[in-house]
């Protein structure tokens, strides 16, 4: 089973940045898609960006520009650098690892990031 845990997050002010960490086990870490989603309270789970296995990014639309996903498959590991962070990117961020042709579907248990203005 894949675990994933999260790490990075805190309280930054408005205009400000912080990189976030996303940890997974196995061994087939390279096939892996990684996304990043936050949820703020009273919101649902919105997805942030995601990068596939080859490297190919996407991004919502409203952090474009100011978000970069990155992935170290060497070191199994899946980064969110954000920047020029706003009081409404206050939320918690969740790494999913996925990889649908071998079952793999796992999240962390999040990482709370708290932006002030």
């Known amino acids: 089973q894949v675990q994933v845990v999260e790490s990075g997050g805190g309280l930054v002010q408005f205009g400000g940045s912080l990189r976030l960490s996303c940890a997974a086990s196995?061994?087939?870490?390279?096939?892996?898609?990684v996304g990043w989603y936050r949820q703020a309270p009273g919101k649902q789970r919105e997805l942030v960006a995601h990068?596939?296995?080859?490297?190919?990014?996407n991004y919502a639309g409203s952090v474009q520009g100011r978000f970069a996903i990155s992935r170290d498959n060497a070191k199994k590991m899946g980064y969110l650098q954000m920047s020029s962070l706003k009081p409404e990117d206050t939320a918690v961020y969740y790494c999913?690892?996925?990889?649908?042709?071998?079952?793999?579907?796992?999240w962390g248990q999040g990482t709370q990031v708290t932006v002030s203005s």
């Open positions: 999913n690892v996925r990889w649908l042709g071998g079952g793999v579907d796992a």
């Open positions: 196995g061994t087939l870490f390279r096939l892996y898609t």
């Open positions: 990068i596939a296995s080859g490297g190919s990014t």
